[in-house]
């Protein structure tokens, strides 16, 4: 994908981290005493007052705009689009955010104003010991800000890291959403069917994160391919970090879910609690079209005997249902046109707009 793609996508991906205290302390120090230029001053006194404003100032300036720059590089939580934010949450937290970036803003105004009020006390200043130690006790408090919201700051860069990787997601784009138990061949799924290069590994939780391709659709064009985590049969409230980056996925972008099943058992988990998971994304996500992949059909005897249990529980459910190996590549056509009919009958999430 094209750094442009994900520029448009992701609002988080022109997030600025600010540098560590340290750096920015030392940025500022060097700004001070870059020699400036003062014009010329004939009285020595008011020479070394101008000398030591412009050290304040350029103090000053390197902390205020490089928090503010920060702050404002972050778009307004309020205007992103519901699944980024509530993504965001998930993967960082939004009010630990929001008072991060409440932190630096307050550290960048109160620079400001101490360096303000100590410009005014070189000016009541009127030898060279005083006029130098003003200036010391101004950067000195100024050092002590940043110091006081070193906390802060590091949050802020640690949000920068995770939020500026998030993928890039048109939500208006026509998407399918692969979700399923852990280690059932999602990714292998993903990749067969899209550009997206997800990791494949033979054990659960080997996807972390979501991740996103494309693939053409005759007849409906471009369409997002999304993997998710994979997701245990367990309550809302029970599921962790990882997991719940899938059910933000499934809630907000989801216009038709592929839930991925091995009835061969091979993935590590039972077809009851396969089984129990689908009927829960069938209560919580089931305005969205959900097709049922058996996956690993490729395996005989062994995905058999789940596959007529798991054919049974989709009559019941009424979710059409295709065997396939992802791995081989068997029964892909089959299962495309059952998703590019799905998106033909013209049902579309509610959640699309923010
Ligand atoms: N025999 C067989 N193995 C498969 C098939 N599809 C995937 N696998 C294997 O199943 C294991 C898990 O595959 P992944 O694609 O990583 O599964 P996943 O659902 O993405 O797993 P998580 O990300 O951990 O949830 C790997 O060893 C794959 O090679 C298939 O059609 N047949
Ligand atoms: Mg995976």
Redesign the pocket.
């Given at each position: 994908m094209s750094s442009r793609e994900e520029r448009v996508g992701n609002p988080f991906f022109g997030v600025a981290p600010p540098p560590k205290p340290a750096s920015l302390i030392d940025r500022a120090f060097k700004a001070a005493f870059t020699p400036k230029s003062l014009g010329k001053i004939p009285d020595p006194v008011v020479r070394a007052r101008a000398r030591e404003r412009a050290r304040i100032v350029a103090f000053r300036d390197v902390v205020w705009n490089t928090l503010r720059s920060s702050v404002r590089s972050f778009p307004p939580l309020n205007s992103v689009h519901p699944f980024y934010r509530e993504l965001a949450d998930v993967v960082f937290g939004v009010d630990r955010l929001r008072h991060c970036l409440g932190a630096l803003e307050w550290a960048a105004k109160v620079t400001r104003k101490v360096a303000a009020a100590e410009v005014r006390n070189l000016y009541r200043a009127e030898d060279f010991p005083r006029l130098e130690s003003v200036r010391k006790r101004a950067m000195a408090r100024m050092v002590s800000i940043v110091r006081r919201v070193s906390e802060e700051i590091g949050c802020v860069r640690e949000a920068a890291a995770r939020l500026r990787k998030l993928p890039s997601i048109d939500p208006q784009t026509p998407t399918v959403v692969l979700a399923?138990p852990?280690?059932?061949?999602?990714?292998?799924?993903v990749r067969r069917i899209s550009t997206g290069r997800?990791?494949?590994?033979?054990?659960?939780?080997?996807?972390k994160g979501i991740l996103l391709g494309h693939a053409s659709l005759r007849g409906v064009g471009r369409v997002q391919v999304m993997?998710t985590?994979?997701l245990l049969d367990r309550p809302l409230h029970e599921r962790n970090e990882i997991e719940l980056q899938a059910i933000v996925a499934l809630k907000w972008l989801a216009d038709v879910i592929l839930f991925?099943s091995d009835p061969s058992e091979?993935?590590g988990y039972r077809i009851e609690q396969q089984i129990g998971l689908l009927r829960e994304i069938a209560s919580q996500f089931g305005e969205s079209p959900i097709i049922v992949v058996l996956?690993?059909?490729?395996?005989g005897g062994l995905f058999e005997r789940g596959a007529r249990e798991f054919t049974n529980a989709c009559r019941d459910l009424c979710f059409p249902h295709l065997r396939?190996?992802?791995?081989?590549g068997e029964g892909i056509e089959e299962l495309l046109e059952v998703v590019r009919r799905e998106f033909q009958g013209g049902r579309r999430r509610a959640g699309g707009s923010p």
């Amino acid at each position: 994908m094209s750094s442009r793609e994900e520029r448009v996508g992701n609002p988080f991906f022109g997030v600025a981290p600010p540098p560590k205290p340290a750096s920015l302390i030392d940025r500022a120090f060097k700004a001070a005493f870059t020699p400036k230029s003062l014009g010329k001053i004939p009285d020595p006194v008011v020479r070394a007052r101008a000398r030591e404003r412009a050290r304040i100032v350029a103090f000053r300036d390197v902390v205020w705009n490089t928090l503010r720059s920060s702050v404002r590089s972050f778009p307004p939580l309020n205007s992103v689009h519901p699944f980024y934010r509530e993504l965001a949450d998930v993967v960082f937290g939004v009010d630990r955010l929001r008072h991060c970036l409440g932190a630096l803003e307050w550290a960048a105004k109160v620079t400001r104003k101490v360096a303000a009020a100590e410009v005014r006390n070189l000016y009541r200043a009127e030898d060279f010991p005083r006029l130098e130690s003003v200036r010391k006790r101004a950067m000195a408090r100024m050092v002590s800000i940043v110091r006081r919201v070193s906390e802060e700051i590091g949050c802020v860069r640690e949000a920068a890291a995770r939020l500026r990787k998030l993928p890039s997601i048109d939500p208006q784009t026509p998407t399918v959403v692969l979700a399923g138990p852990p280690n059932t061949g999602k990714s292998t799924l993903v990749r067969r069917i899209s550009t997206g290069r997800p990791e494949v590994a033979e054990y659960p939780f080997t996807t972390k994160g979501i991740l996103l391709g494309h693939a053409s659709l005759r007849g409906v064009g471009r369409v997002q391919v999304m993997d998710t985590p994979g997701l245990l049969d367990r309550p809302l409230h029970e599921r962790n970090e990882i997991e719940l980056q899938a059910i933000v996925a499934l809630k907000w972008l989801a216009d038709v879910i592929l839930f991925v099943s091995d009835p061969s058992e091979t993935c590590g988990y039972r077809i009851e609690q396969q089984i129990g998971l689908l009927r829960e994304i069938a209560s919580q996500f089931g305005e969205s079209p959900i097709i049922v992949v058996l996956n690993k059909a490729d395996l005989g005897g062994l995905f058999e005997r789940g596959a007529r249990e798991f054919t049974n529980a989709c009559r019941d459910l009424c979710f059409p249902h295709l065997r396939v190996s992802a791995e081989r590549g068997e029964g892909i056509e089959e299962l495309l046109e059952v998703v590019r009919r799905e998106f033909q009958g013209g049902r579309r999430r509610a959640g699309g707009s923010p």
